[in-house]
């Protein structure tokens, strides 16, 4: 294996991602757990040892414009400063100053695992400055990263909220108190540092505090886990970039040992931490959504580094049965409101959809080590799907504010948020400027700034394309030194041109994922492409173009009918973004009486239309009692229906236009309005 073997883990430098010799791996497997590795400092946020495709950093793939350029600078210009500022605004940051200063007992503020949140912006800010090089980050993690540790005690402990005179003690509850997944993200912050080049206080912070988990978790140690997934892979990936063995040997122990019921049972059962059902006998995720994928994550890592093909089969299958019955067109992941959690199967409610933000970067994460570890590019149909419609669909345009929740369906038009209000999470209407619970906003920070990273990867004689996106891809094969440019206005135009600006000297491949929706309709350079991936393989020369394309025209999707809370209804799809309703474009009347005739579809000037019926109920009479349900689907005096030219927008963009009710589903045909029955008083 590559570790042992003694493969130099490059800890402190980025700088021999140039390097030729160091950038092969063996040839020929067609089993991807076979193939390992031969560097880990890759600008990346997934490395793995061994797997059938090389990531590519950030500093190899660079993002060069159109909607996920878009992003970054979002995130550049707003999103990172403005979770900074709130940071400090809601005293998070300042718990660090009070814990310093000794009266964090009397001043903390915010939940249980506020610590995490100052953690993943700094691992945003990590991979910014990686990306960018602003040295106004840099400056701001060393700042943050001196702060946090004067915290830390002197066995590695640290959390703001556990273990000084007058506080719970440590690890006194598992549950709830989240030390563990705070670790967690402390440490994903350090291995961005590590990764792009940095070796800092914050990278000397979070080794001191893994070397305490190892020590307090260890074989010997408590056996016990932490009530939130996220330091699993969070372990394997400081081993990666490391080469310490201890904390992978950690991160197994923690997958192994969940399931066998070391925590507490609660009101929403074990199955909320996934602590009901060993994780290699769980044949479809449960429990609350982000900590199911946060612990895949870290299983899938675990699966990969120990070459252990049945347990990566096993997961494999979990995930898809999860995508096969419980995933919601836009790729959203968990359908209850009270425990966050996915629901049996097809239980899919469009407007009870919880689909957490960060249970989309959750699906990401694990789709993009499948595909790393299998070299199957279809599992960038899942990317694109949760990236287009759950992540973009979070921040405004500005960056200043988030959606948390992303239901199908919203029923009540809300409120503009106040941009000076913290919200509590779920409940916002529209987009909020923060939470009390604000996960969703950092982690689509750092997710924005590694986004490079899910574009492309390389094999030893090939570059693989997974998202289309405009972007300047630079490595080196061994079949030598390439750059691509491929430029595109995806989504809105399916033409993409891969121009080879430096051809590797050898025979090389050039493979573009050809997303499941333009399966057969594909083409490349005017050819129609069979299968799932567009492959050319060739010598290529400076100055080659290659055109790949797919068909953008509106297309009619129908729900799988055991997914019966949106029976009888269709989604209008548009490449790889869903398309909404929304009652700004209905003239005032609410989407709840809408219904289409999906055969109107068609596009003009760029907008998706179609025809359909709004149905609006008459106002009540005064006195009158009124029963939803009778022995008649009547369309009857009670409803007035009139037909209108309805123009649908990206799924991503809703709300942006003022207060609105929303859906995803459309009822099919110009179909019955619901129906309203006058009932004698006796009956009610
Ligand atoms: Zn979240």
Redesign the pocket.
């Known amino acids: 294996m590559a570790i042992e073997t003694g493969a130099t883990p490059a800890t402190t430098t980025s700088t021999d991602h140039t390097d030729p010799g160091s950038a092969g791996r063996s040839r020929g497997a067609e089993d991807g757990l076979l193939v390992e590795a031969t560097r880990r400092s890759i600008q990346t946020p997934v490395a793995p040892s061994r797997g059938a495709l090389r990531p590519l950093g950030t500093d190899e793939v660079r993002l060069t414009g159109g909607f996920w350029a878009e992003r970054q600078r979002i995130n550049a210009v707003g999103i990172i400063p403005h979770a900074n500022a709130w940071e400090e605004r809601v005293g998070w940051i300042d718990n660090f100053r009070a814990a310093v200063d000794g009266d964090v007992l009397t001043t903390r503020t915010g939940r249980e695992f506020a610590d995490s949140d100052v953690y993943k912006l700094l691992e945003a800010m990590a991979w910014e400055h990686g990306r960018t090089g602003d040295a106004g980050l840099d400056a701001r993690i060393r700042e943050v990263a001196a702060l946090v540790g004067r915290v830390q005690e002197e066995d590695g402990y640290l959390h703001t909220l556990y273990g000084r005179e007058g506080q719970a003690p440590r690890y006194s509850d598992l549950e709830w108190g989240h030390e563990l997944y705070c670790y967690g993200h402390l440490i994903q912050a350090a291995v961005a540092r590590l990764r792009t080049g940095v070796h800092d206080e914050l990278v000397d912070i979070a080794l001191r505090a893994a070397d305490h988990v190892c020590l307090e978790f260890g074989q010997d140690g408590r056996d016990a886990v932490c009530g939130h997934p996220e330091i699993e892979p969070a372990l394997v990936e400081l081993y990666r970039a490391t080469g310490e063995r201890r904390y992978l040997d950690q991160a197994r122990l923690f997958v192994q040992r969940r399931g066998h019921r070391t925590l507490a049972d609660i009101e929403f059962s074990r199955s909320y931490f996934q602590d009901d059902v060993p994780v290699r006998d769980a044949d479809v995720m449960v429990g609350h959504a ?1 900590r199911a994928l946060y612990l895949a994550s870290g299983a899938i890592d675990v699966a990969v580094e120990d070459a252990d093909r049945d347990f990566l089969t096993h997961l494999t299958a979990q995930f898809t049965r999860t995508l096969a019955r419980r995933t919601y067109i836009t790729g959203g992941m968990g359908s209850h409101h009270q425990d966050e959690a996915f629901g049996d199967d097809f239980e899919l409610p469009p407007d009870r959809a919880y689909a ?4 989309g970067i959750g699906s990401v994460m694990v789709a993009w080590r499948l595909a790393l570890a299998t070299g199957d590019l279809s599992w960038g149909d899942v990317v694109e799907r949760a990236l287009f419609n759950v992540v973009a669909a979070s921040p405004s345009p500005e960056g200043t504010a988030f959606f ?1 929740t992303n239901p199908l369906h919203k029923r009540v038009p809300g409120a503009e948020a106040d941009p000076d209000v913290v919200s509590p999470r779920a409940f916002a209407q529209l987009r909020a400027p923060w939470f009390e ?1 604000s ?2 906003p950092t ?1 689509v920070a750092r997710t924005f700034a590694q986004l490079g990273s899910y574009v492309a990867t390389a094999t030893d004689d090939g570059v693989q394309l997974h998202q289309l996106a405009s972007a300047t891809i630079s490595t080196v094969l061994e079949t030598g030194a390439v750059t691509l440019d491929v430029a595109t206005r995806y989504p809105d135009s399916g033409e993409v041109t891969i121009t080879v600006v430096r051809a590797p000297a050898g025979e090389t491949e050039i493979a573009v994922r050809v997303p499941r929706w333009a399966r057969g309709a594909a083409t490349l350079d005017g050819e129609r492409v069979g299968g799932d991936v567009a492959r050319v393989r060739r010598t290529f020369a400076d100055g080659d173009t290659l055109t790949f394309e797919v068909p953008l025209v509106p297309r009619v999707s129908r729900p799988d009918p055991r997914i019966d809370a949106v029976r009888g209804c269709v989604a209008i799809e548009r490449g790889p973004l869903v398309l909404c309703a929304e009652s700004v474009d209905l003239d005032g009347d609410d989407v709840a009486g809408l219904s289409v005739d999906p055969t109107t579809v068609h596009e003009d000037a760029g907008t998706v239309r179609l025809t359909g019926t709004v149905a609006s109920p008459e106002p009540e009479r005064t006195g009158e009692r009124v029963w939803p349900y009778g022995s008649t689907a009547s369309t009857g005096g009670s409803h007035r229906a009139r037909t209108v030219q309805l123009a649908l927008t990206p799924y991503h963009s809703w709300a942006q236009r003022g207060p609105s009710t929303m859906r995803v589903w459309l009822p099919a045909d110009v179909a019955t309005p619901p129906h309203r029955e006058e009932v004698a008083p006796h009956h009610a």
């Open positions: 982000v957490e933000t960060c249970a948390y619970v996960c969703c982690n």
